[in-house]
Nanobody, 125 residues
Framework: QVQLVESGGGLVQAGGSLRLSCAAS???????MGWFRQAPGKEREFVAA????????HYADSVKGRFTVSRDNAKNTVYLQMNSLKPEDTAVYYC???????????????????WGQGTQVTVSS
């Protein structure tokens, strides 16, 4: 079992930055981690994912070049640095985890077994 708690959301102006954190507890060894988001009236979508080693990272095209995912396994924490934010980035952001080795990381939410409660990110124009 893995418990996930996100933090760092808030209100920011367009062009600004935020860093989200996801603290994991429980059996956290060898888990791939992902970030997803859901805007009002829209389906949940993939944002970024990182392998358990931290070597491999994957991004949605909509955030590539603006967002960076990273992890600190010593702290059991995953981060999502979000720069050059746009109003269309407004959503509830969720971190998620599933057990896995290797460097191939899933980008579909159905692969993830554990989810945080979400943190709201609002970008004003």
């Amino acid at each position: 079992q893995v418990q996930l708690v996100e933090s760092g959301g808030g209100l920011v102006q367009a062009g600004g930055s935020l860093r989200l954190s996801c603290a994991a507890s429980g059996r956290t060894f060898a888990y791939h981690m992902g970030w997803f988001r859901q805007a009002p009236g829209k389906e949940r979508e993939f944002v970024a994912a990182i392998s358990w080693s931290g070597i491999s990272a994957h991004y949605a095209d909509s955030v590539k070049g603006r967002f960076t995912v990273s992890r600190d396994n010593a702290k059991n924490t995953v981060y999502l640095q979000m720069n050059s934010l746009k109003p269309e980035d407004t959503a509830v952001y969720y971190c998620a985890a599933y057990h896995g080795f290797g460097e191939v990381v899933a980008v579909v939410d159905s692969a993830y077994d554990y989810w945080g409660q979400g943190t709201q990110v609002t970008v004003s124009s």
